[in-house]
């Protein structure tokens, strides 16, 4: 999820949500960072915590005053500044693309090789790093990316006093292998790329994020899943072989047969092992259409119990998840790879991503009123059916996004690029937006989907929710920063079905202008989390001590692999690369009570 829509997003219900503060008293105490003051224990599920904070909250008639002069030039600045921008920045990378395929099919090899070889960027990331260690190995090793480029919600990255390596050449489609159905690109080549690239072929990754502009890397090393992960797991189950040059300058090719410690030790590490350079993936044939079947649910044990159905059936569907709307109501969404041949099957065909046509999830709602129905979505649609809307935050960022006219005037540029959206805010109003807007998610074992629902309603109370069943498989010492629970695996499986929860809004209590506090619902998900064995997604802003996270994802693997390659000393720890910017989030009382705990434990 482009978690960095959380500025204008937020922006949006300022203005309501000023007048409605205003109508309020504000409570004794309340505090308008989000922080507060220190409870030594508190009480989480039945049993006490240490060093939890008693948080009052974020108010938006306390919000910065430049925070608040933005929210009403938020429309008008998007619509203006940010849409077109981002419509010639796809412009310049369709263009980009297409010169590169007209290359590699007319032009003689011996030009192409002439325009740069993968050999020859990966030789220039080798020489940097020899200079590195040449000069002593001084500072901590981080790519020179800017940060809002990324699909965090982290503005900046905390590579200060770092010595950048520049990765930037690195988006290039290398090889498509028919026979052996893998594609071979470079880490910065998006999703979107791939899309252009393999329908034509008529194939497409077997794990195909549906945002566009998500890199291959980023889902390798980092955060990655689909609607058919149920089936497949995560999107390093895909992975075939990794390419990366580690801080001696050495490049490493590695597979599961090759390097098994290291080949399991790659994903979820966030770049702390070294610089991953080239990844080959398993590509699958692609019908031209998906059918799918919308069927409303209405509880959240009703929803829990269909998804466990579907997610488990040895030939289910292709591809599972469900949207919430409220605490109650949901529309799962079930669908398998199809052709159209016969006439009543054309009549259903809907091609969703027309910028005419209503959002998504807008249409999918539809099936709460109308009861079950299906219909065919041409593939392509399918896969990135959520771009237009950037999920469902479009609406919140400009409110008659959805507005027939608005679809038909300006909708044919598309959705604000999330890069440019982290772009145009500054720290004052990246700080704002942590404590007022939520980008979470929560991946917990699918049988307790009925609880996460109540639980997100009553942290976040945000709508819709985001819900992906996915395959999570236990591969003993092999199984890498996520290690599941023996007890959470299916009987007989070496695998288990969690389920991805999302939250990407304004909370339900600042839309209303009252208080609410991100730091203490945002670690309450996260101690909830850990106590069902789950995990949070990274990328987005983790209100968690880097104890709390390593009890949360087992570095024990990773560890053995950095202190092997030496990465070690090269490289920060994977809280120091996701943990929020300095000076955004207080945990000094959390931090104290820990130093506390452990001078307990060792007297």
Sequence with gaps: ????????????????????????????GSSSNGIGAAAPHAQHNGRQLVGEAKAEGFRMDEAPLMFRVLAHVRVPMLMFVVIPLSFGLWCFRTARSEFRKFLTGFMPASLCAALGTHEERVAKIAKQLQQWNDDGCKKKLRTSRANWLSMSTRLLSNKQGCHLIDVSELNHILEYDEKEQTVTVEPMVTFGQLTEFLMPKGMCMQCHIEMESITVGGASMGFGLETNSHKVGFFQETVVEYELVTPDAKVHRVTAESDPELFYALPWSYGTIGFLTKVKCRVVKAKPYVHVTYIPTFSAKELSRKLNELANQESGPDFLEATGYSKDNAVIQCARFADVKEWNQRARVNHINWFWKPFYYKWVETAL???????????????????????????????????????????????????????????????????????????????ILDEGIEKFDDWYGIYPLLIFPVRVYDRGDLSGMLRPRKDLTNEGKDYGIWVDIGAYGVPRAIKEGKS???????????????????????????????????????????EKARKRLGSEKAFGSVYSKVRPEPGLLDLSDVLAAEEKEENVKCN
């Design 369 to 447: 009123k109308k009861g079950q129905f299906d219909e065919y979505i041409p593939t392509k649609h399918y896969y990135h059916r959520f771009t237009r809307s950037i999920f469902w935050e479009l609406e919140d960022m400009i409110p008659f996004s959805n507005h027939p006219l608005y679809r038909v005037l300006w909708g044919w540029m598309g959705a604000p690029e999330v890069s440019l959206l982290k772009l145009f805010q500054g720290p004052v109003i990246r700080k704002s937006s942590m404590y007022a807007h939520a980008v979470q998610e929560s991946i917990v074992p699918l049988k």
């Design 516 to 558: 609410w506090s991100a730091k203490k619902n945002v670690r309450d998900m996260e101690h909830w989390t850990r106590d069902n064995g789950g995990w949070q997604a990274l990328y987005t802003d983790i209100f968690c001590t880097e104890k709390e996270l390593r009890s949360m994802f087992d570095h024990t693997l990773l």
């Design 1 to 28: 999820m482009p978690a960095s829509t959380s500025t204008t997003t937020t922006q949006t219900t300022a203005a309501n949500a000023q007048t409605q503060a205003r109508k309020r008293k504000p409570q004794n």
